[in-house]
């Protein structure tokens, strides 16, 4: 049977993406999921692994080639002989040396567990489906720091027919619940995820086949002896494959996190500055391996990524002693949280990289509370755009004081007019705007050694949700809005981000940031930039503070409603004097807004 290779979809925006490399050549044999590819998009280089295991009979995309979304860029022939032998392979590599060792090691994980995982991850569904060619049906990328979504409800089974664009399924990120249709239209072959389980972005979470060929059938269970394939390290005697994948061999025990419950701790590996494909991901985690000794192997894939067969060699050299990993205590197995395994990133190679990982000191009167998926991603996008950008903060202060007037003189018939309070908002962002046209380098995002300038000006502004998080809404074109169109968009996105209403495109695309924090009485601070922009400006609380002002050649001291306004900016592509100057105009164009300047 011949199986189509499509260009996959890595997030909403994306249509495209370009071939990197080819890792397999016309004729090679290959395992289902084994990287068959290297592609780049807007938004992420990644691996594209096989959907099927065969012999890959065509090769339709050349290297640099910008291939659509759903396009075919191979073929793959299985049968067979090609299909058994994908499925076994994963299991050879593995067992003989790790037979020896589980007795001595499952000691923290006994039997009970084996009650729970009798089966494969992802219960087969009774109908199977032959014929055609596949589509993968991918987790989207629901917004910029969007990492992964939760599968809510499966609309379609296994053997339903669907049309192009139908809802398959639902899910849920952070930010936003949505449905997910189906890229092509044929009959629903395979489904990788149960209802609750959490994907990665970009993950395979379905197949569609499609061609007038595909038949439905019913299928009886799964044989028995296809258990070991999912894990490869399981002991084929012991009932408890959970246990078996928890210590594989004695040096992997020592490090692995035991939570309540007796399962493992995965490691996070998007705590990691490099990439890893989700093949290698998979492998880690069967195998028992530690982001800190990811880390440390050495990839020979594009820009040193670490392949499948790099992480083999690593297990082959770790099994027969050429490597020794440091072993870790049992105490690292005392936070039952499991939070304290991606420090070791520090000092992969050091014996003492484990006092790093201690969470914090506390006692009986301290209260341990686990961050919330929401938090741990914006921590996570917070660490990462430092890493990023170089941040340097620019200051300005303007005289707000008509500006303050006008609002005091309109707010009663604007909120009588449009539903909603007048708030300074607006304003600001008026003068972001004007700041914008005057210096458009600072409306600038950079890829590689590329500088992206942003002809539309999309002004994404913090909001705190009812929970304490943060989300980012945009409003696209802020541009063309005047300042009642502007306080509309403010009201109306806030509103539905706070109820969860928001579509995906509603918290993509910005181009320049701005936060404000003059609500809570903060006077001055340095935010952090919301990457892929290079800019954030910041707001603070207008004061009416004494100032000098020049009266008819004479100095006098007046009061004044004042505001200190920030630039925070990448210093890789936006210098001081851009950065002053941009500020320059924010703060002449706040102190020119009044009665005759401004059209509400």
Same mark, same amino acid.
């Given at each position: 049977?011949?199986?189509?290779?499509?260009?996959?979809?890595?997030?909403?925006?994306?249509?495209?993406?370009?071939?990197?490399?080819?890792?397999?050549?016309?004729?090679?044999?290959?395992?289902?999921?084994?990287?068959?590819?290297?592609?780049?998009?807007?938004?992420?280089?990644?691996?594209?692994?096989?959907?099927?295991?065969?012999?890959?009979?065509?090769?339709?995309?050349?290297?640099?080639?910008?291939?659509?979304?759903?396009?075919?860029?191979?073929?793959?022939?299985?049968?067979?002989?090609?299909?058994?032998?994908?499925?076994? &392979?994963?299991? #050879? %590599? @593995?067992?003989?040396?790790?037979? !020896?060792?589980? *007795? =001595?090691? /499952?000691?923290? +994980?006994?039997? $009970?567990?084996?009650?729970?995982?009798?089966?494969?991850?992802?219960?087969?569904?009774?109908?199977?489906?032959?014929?055609?060619?596949?589509?993968?049906?991918?987790?989207?990328?629901?917004?910029?720091?969007?990492?992964?979504?939760?599968?809510?409800?499966?609309?379609?089974?296994?053997?339903?027919?669907?049309?192009?664009?139908?809802?398959?399924?639902?899910?849920?990120?952070?930010?936003?619940?949505?449905?997910?249709?189906?890229?092509?239209?044929?009959?629903?072959?395979?489904?990788?995820?149960?209802?609750?389980?959490?994907?990665?972005?970009?993950?395979?979470?379905?197949?569609?086949?499609?061609?007038? &060929?595909?038949? #439905? %059938? @019913?299928?009886?269970?799964?044989? !028995?002896?296809? *258990? =070991?394939? /999912?894990?490869? +390290?399981?002991? $084929?005697?012991?009932?408890?494959?959970?246990?078996?994948?928890?210590?594989?061999?004695?040096?992997?025990?020592?490090?692995?996190?035991?939570?309540?419950?007796?399962?493992?701790?995965?490691?996070?590996?998007?705590?990691?500055?490099?990439?890893?494909?989700?093949?290698?991901?998979?492998?880690?985690?069967?195998?028992?391996?530690?982001?800190?000794?990811?880390?440390?192997?050495?990839?020979?894939?594009?820009?040193?990524?670490?392949?499948?067969?790099?992480?083999?060699?690593?297990?082959?050299?770790?099994?027969?002693?050429?490597?020794?990993?440091?072993?870790?205590?049992?105490?690292?197995?005392?936070?039952? &949280?499991?939070?304290? %395994?991606?420090?070791?990133?520090?000092? !992969?190679?050091?014996?003492?990289?484990?006092?790093?990982?201690?969470?914090?000191?506390?006692?009986?009167?301290?209260?341990?509370?686990?961050?919330?998926?929401?938090?741990?991603?914006?921590?996570?996008?917070?660490?990462?755009?430092?890493?990023?950008?170089?941040?340097?903060?620019?200051?300005?202060?303007?005289?707000?004081?008509?500006?303050?007037?006008?609002?005091?003189?309109?707010?009663?018939?604007?909120?009588?007019?449009?539903?909603?309070?007048?708030?300074?908002?607006?304003?600001?962002?008026?003068?972001?705007?004007?700041?914008?046209?005057?210096?458009?380098?600072?409306?600038?995002?950079?890829?590689?050694?590329?500088?992206?300038?942003?002809?539309?000006?999309?002004?994404?502004?913090?909001?705190?949700?009812?929970?304490?998080?943060?989300?980012?809404?945009?409003?696209?074109?802020?541009?063309?809005?005047?300042?009642?169109?502007?306080?509309?968009?403010?009201?109306?996105?806030?509103?539905?981000?706070?109820?969860?209403?928001?579509?995906?495109?509603?918290?993509?695309?910005?181009?320049?940031?701005?936060?404000?924090?003059?609500?809570?009485?903060?006077?001055?601070?340095?935010?952090?930039?919301?990457?892929?922009?290079?800019?954030?400006?910041?707001?603070?609380?207008?004061?009416?503070?004494?100032?000098?002002?020049?009266?008819?050649?004479?100095?006098?001291?007046?009061?004044?409603?004042?505001?200190?306004?920030?630039?925070?900016?990448?210093?890789?592509?936006?210098?001081?004097?851009?950065?002053?100057?941009?500020?320059?105009?924010?703060?002449?164009?706040?102190?020119?807004?009044?009665?005759?300047?401004?059209?509400?």
């Amino acid at each position: 049977m011949r199986i189509d290779v499509v260009m996959p979809k890595m997030g909403e925006s994306i249509q495209e993406g370009k071939i990197l490399k080819w890792v397999k050549n016309v004729g090679d044999k290959i395992e289902r999921d084994e990287v068959l590819l290297e592609i780049s998009t807007d938004k992420v280089d990644t691996e594209v692994p096989a959907p099927n295991g065969g012999i890959l009979v065509s090769i339709l995309a050349n290297v640099d080639d910008t291939v659509e979304v759903g396009k075919v860029i191979a073929v793959i022939e299985t049968d067979a002989s090609a299909a058994a032998s994908a499925s076994s &392979t994963p299991a #050879v %590599s @593995a067992p003989t040396p790790v037979v !020896p060792t589980p *007795a =001595p090691v /499952p000691v923290p +994980v006994p039997e $009970p567990i084996a009650t729970s995982v009798p089966t494969a991850p992802v219960a087969t569904p009774a109908p199977v489906v032959t014929g055609g060619a596949t589509t993968d049906v991918v987790m989207p990328k629901m917004g910029e720091s969007i990492q992964e979504g939760k599968v809510l409800k499966w609309l379609k089974a296994v053997g339903d027919k669907i049309e192009r664009d139908e809802v398959l399924l639902e899910i849920s990120t952070d930010k936003v619940d949505t449905e997910v249709p189906s890229p092509v239209g044929g009959t629903v072959a395979e489904i990788l995820a149960n209802v609750d389980d959490v994907v990665e972005v970009g993950k395979v979470i379905a197949r569609i086949a499609t061609g007038g &060929t595909v038949t #439905v %059938s @019913a299928a009886p269970a799964p044989a !028995p002896s296809a *258990a =070991p394939a /999912p894990t490869p +390290v399981s002991a $084929p005697t012991t009932p408890a494959p959970v246990a078996a994948i928890a210590a594989p061999t004695p040096v992997a025990a020592a490090s692995v996190t035991v939570v309540s419950g007796g399962t493992k701790e995965i490691p996070r590996m998007s705590a990691s500055r490099r990439f890893y494909s989700p093949l290698v991901r998979t492998i880690a985690e069967q195998e028992g391996i530690t982001l800190e000794e990811l880390e440390t192997v050495s990839g020979s894939g594009l820009e040193g990524r670490v392949t499948k067969n790099d992480v083999l060699g690593y297990l082959e050299r770790r099994r027969s002693g050429a490597i020794v990993v440091a072993a870790a205590t049992p105490t690292t197995a005392t936070p039952t &949280t499991g939070i304290a %395994s991606p420090a070791p990133i520090v000092a !992969p190679s050091s014996s003492s990289a484990r006092a790093v990982t201690m969470p914090a000191v506390y006692g009986d009167d301290d209260e341990v509370i686990p961050m919330d998926r929401v938090r741990q991603l914006i921590a996570e996008h917070m660490v990462r755009s430092k890493q990023t950008s170089p941040h340097v903060t620019s200051v300005a202060e303007a005289d707000v004081t008509m500006i303050v007037k006008l609002r005091e003189k309109h707010k009663n018939t604007f909120e009588k007019r449009e539903g909603f309070k007048l708030t300074l908002t607006p304003f600001f962002m008026k003068a972001i705007v004007d700041g914008v046209k005057a210096n458009p380098m600072v409306n600038v995002s950079v890829d590689g050694k590329n500088i992206i300038r942003h002809k539309r000006i999309n002004l994404s502004f913090a909001t705190v949700l009812d929970d304490g998080n943060l989300i980012v809404p945009v409003i696209k074109n802020a541009d063309a809005l005047n300042i009642t169109g502007l306080g509309r968009s403010v009201f109306d996105l806030s509103s539905r981000a706070r109820a969860k209403k928001l579509a995906p495109e509603e918290i993509q695309g910005g181009t320049i940031a701005l936060t404000n924090m003059g609500a809570w009485g903060t006077l001055f601070g340095t935010p952090v930039i919301n990457q892929p922009q290079a800019a954030i400006v910041g707001i603070y609380a207008v004061q009416k503070r004494p100032v000098v002002r020049e009266v008819n050649g004479e100095d006098l001291i007046v009061i004044r409603s004042m505001v200190y306004v920030s630039l925070t900016y990448d210093h890789r592509v936006i210098d001081g004097a851009l950065a002053s100057n941009f500020l320059a105009t924010m703060v002449k164009s706040l102190e020119k807004m009044g009665e005759t300047t401004i059209d509400m």
